[in-house]
């Protein structure tokens, strides 16, 4: 594992080499420095070792894997750190450590063995790119002990929403010839440089002939799938033997799934949809059964309440099912900065007790020390500053006023070296939700400029101290999730004279969550977010390196009491923010879930099990599994909420009354049909008799309406007639 865990922060921590390319023909790739593990003198200063947290989470962790029959499996390991302070090491490392010891107790048990689970697809993706490090390092060292740790190979796979990774692998061949076309798509295939080497993966523009690199064609049976292969002959992974382990197109990852799952929280509602991802838990069209996977890994902890909560607490009943085999349950391990109420939270999520939940490391008798973690109060953190504009005529005018004014300010403050400027020079500027910001964009953009020509007169700023916004991104939902990784390099890029960084980046929520860029420092936050942890994740976006310590400006709302309430209270507020932090519920069996959800779980479980209906649901499921299923679901809601035992009870018996009644000829389709199925997507709009007799189904946890086509009327009925 050690091993394993050097070799990621080696390779992972090379820059993107990309390919030299003259007059439209490739010529070289750029050089790097390639660390070399038995020489320290060739690695990035400050790789090479572990936080002492990162090691006793580790070590706490070995029984629970060692042994499937030791108390600590059961428990619900909960890390609890502040965010930037190496939580992914941590498990990437416990990861490392249980793929091979799979391997080592049965080298031909191949099947998944961890699985982790993301909130956010911009993140999933991210954390895809590091964690392939891990597998390719992983598969290196297998290859080189085939013996012992077999010869099926250590991969990775992203399953994650259609918008970003291809399902079908038809979809994912139309795409890739059209890169080789040289006509731009969007680029699917997310992997964009060898995650082992660093050289510069996907579409090359300026390339005549040869615009695709890293990403090949390959026949599986009778159809061709697209798989990654370096095209630097020196990488370890750029034999046609031997390409890189990662796979992001759905069918080939249910074909061989892959040691490692990344994936949305969402996705895991497309189980009842596609019985082929049985595959994950490690069951064989031969019947045979694999072990399933040993460990969940559940990131960012706080987002898993409130509604989507509940809904991810109702699907765990049939995940946890999946990934039991004999008894043994798999080990849950989550990952949170800002939580309260935890145990409670979890019990409901995975109803292991709230005996069984530990939280790591340990708060012991200062609140400021955990020996882990400790408060350094004499190094800066972060400034927070309330701007309550009461004498101004509009909120917006405030913001205005207060960006131009920051902005102005960076350029025009002396400093010893020009370097300084840099952590302040992207003002990164936090609105609560889209429509605010929309409303406020046009606003700012064309005001900015014009308040920033009048502090030019009025302070007498003349030539090079002027200020201009010459780089404006936005990082929203609005934006093509595609387009993501791009905007992100883009921030990262830091002050350079005659090249300067991006000047305002307009965002929501989107980045409170494990957007990770040293560089910023300077934030303004309009108006009071939610709730306290979304305020507390979204400022926690700046100051996160030593050399800029971060500079946040909450601009309030004057004509909001909400507002108003928050800057009479700052400093208090301020002072004890954690403790603020809101508890969070979760419900997984109350009647809202439970009348959106409970009958996916039944179909899920039914077609995971049953081979006769697996496909289709006529003829009735045989009622041994139907018994199988119902004591599942029944144990489950006895476990955490056994009050609703008696309602959960009638529904399931009325949807397989129903069901046994219509018997209808299919499950569901996404596409149009002629038949009325059992079930039709959840936030579609099918047509009325399906819609009256089909069950409204989720193929996403979250609340998804469905969308409505306007038509504009020409001709009015004469109400009079
Ligand atoms: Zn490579």
């Given at each position: 594992m050690n091993r394993a865990m050097l070799l990621q922060q080696l390779h992972y921590s090379i820059e993107t080499r990309n390919w030299i390319i003259e007059n439209g023909n490739i010529t070289g790739l750029k050089d790097a420095t390639i660390p070399d593990i038995n020489d320290s003198t060739t690695w990035k200063t400050g790789l090479g070792s572990w936080r002492p947290f990162q090691l006793a989470f580790i070590l706490m962790n070995l029984n629970s894997m060692l042994d499937a029959n030791h108390p600590d499996r059961e428990m619900v390991d909960l890390i609890w750190f502040p965010t930037g302070g190496g939580k992914t090491e941590a498990y990437l490392g416990l990861s490392a450590f249980t793929i091979f010891l799979k391997r080592l107790k049965d080298k031909n048990d191949a099947g998944t063995t961890v699985i982790m689970r993301y909130t956010l697809r911009l993140l999933t993706a991210q954390q895809f790119q590091r964690a392939a490090s891990l597998i390719c390092a992983c598969d290196k060292i297998r290859k080189e002990n085939e013996e012992e740790l077999g010869t099926a190979r250590i991969s990775i796979g992203l399953w994650v929403g259609e918008s970003l990774t291809p399902t079908y692998r038809e979809d994912a061949r139309k795409i890739f010839k059209k890169m080789e076309l040289g006509?731009?798509?969007?680029?699917?295939?997310?992997?964009?440089?060898?995650?082992?080497?660093?050289s510069q993966m996907g579409y090359l523009k300026d390339e005549k002939r040869n615009k695709v690199k890293g990403y090949k064609r390959k026949k599986v049976g009778t159809t061709e799938t697209i798989i990654y292969q370096c095209d630097n002959s020196e990488c370890n992974f750029s034999k046609t033997d031997f390409n890189l382990p990662l796979f992001v197109i759905d069918e080939d990852i249910y074909d061989n799934p892959p040691t490692l799952l990344i994936g949305?929280?969402?996705?895991?509602?497309m189980l009842t949809w596609r019985p082929e991802a049985r595959t994950l838990f490690g069951f064989r069209d031969t019947g045979e059964r694999l072990s399933p996977p040993e460990l969940i890994i559940q990131d960012e902890l706080h987002l898993i309440s409130g509604p989507l909560g509940s809904m991810v607490g109702l699907y765990e009943t049939m995940i946890e099912e999946l990934c039991t085999a004999n008894n043994v349950k798999p080990k849950i391990i989550a990952s949170t900065a800002t939580i309260s109420r935890a145990k409670e939270q979890i019990d409901s999520l995975?109803?292991?007790?709230?005996?069984?939940v530990n939280i790591f490391p340990a708060q012991c008798l200062s609140a400021g020390d955990s020996f882990f973690a400790y408060e350094d109060n004499a190094s800066t953190g972060r400034l927070y500053v309330g701007i309550f504009a009461s004498a101004l005529p509009s909120h917006a005018t405030a913001q205005v006023r207060v960006l131009s004014a920051l902005l102005q300010s960076v350029k025009s403050i002396p400093v010893a070296d020009e370097m300084e400027r840099d952590p302040y020079w992207t003002a990164l500027t936090y609105f609560n939700s889209i429509r605010e910001l929309g409303h406020a964009a046009t606003l700012i953009r064309a005001d900015i400029s014009e308040y920033l020509y009048s502090m030019w007169i009025r302070k007498g700023i003349k030539g090079d101290e002027k200020r201009f916004i010459n780089k404006d991104i936005e990082l929203t939902s609005r934006i093509n999730s595609m387009d993501i990784p791009e905007y992100l390099e883009e921030l990262s890029k830091s002050y350079q004279k005659e090249k300067y960084p991006v000047d305002v980046c307009l965002a929501t929520?989107?980045?409170?969550?494990?957007?990770?860029?040293?560089?910023l420092g300077l934030m303004t936050v309009i108006g009071q977010p939610k709730t306290t942890s979304e305020y507390i994740q979204a400022t926690s976006r700046v100051g996160r390196s030593k050399k800029g310590p971060g500079l946040v400006f909450t601009i309030y709302n004057c004509s909001k009491p909400r507002d108003r309430s928050h800057f009479e209270h700052f400093q208090e507020y301020h002072s004890k923010i954690y403790s603020k932090v809101e508890p969070t519920s979760v419900t997984p069996f109350s009647a809202p879930a439970r009348e959106r959800a409970l009958h996916a779980i039944l179909i899920g479980l039914i077609r995971f099990y049953s081979e006769q209906s697996r496909n289709s649901p006529?003829?009735?499921?045989?009622s041994e599994t139907i018994e199988r299923v119902k004591q599942i679901i029944f144990d489950r809601v006895n476990l955490i909420d056994d009050v609703e035992y008696e309602k959960t009870l009638e529904l399931i018996e009325g949807k397989l009354e129903y069901w046994k009644n219509e018997?209808?000829?299919?499950?569901?389709?996404f596409g149009q049909t002629t038949n009325i199925p059992l079930m039709y997507p959840a936030g579609t709009n099918p047509p009325e008799d399906i819609k009256e007799r089909a069950w409204s189904t989720p193929t996403s946890m979250r609340n998804v309406d469905s969308t409505c086509d306007a038509i504009v009327i020409t001709d009015y009925i004469n109400i009079d007639n």
């Open positions: 006509r731009e798509e969007d680029n699917p295939f997310v992997v964009q440089k060898c995650p082992w080497c660093g949305t929280v969402d996705k895991f509602a995975y109803g292991r007790g709230t005996q069984d929520n989107m980045i409170s969550v494990g957007v990770d860029i040293q560089r006529k003829p009735f499921p045989a018997l209808p000829l299919i499950y569901g389709s």
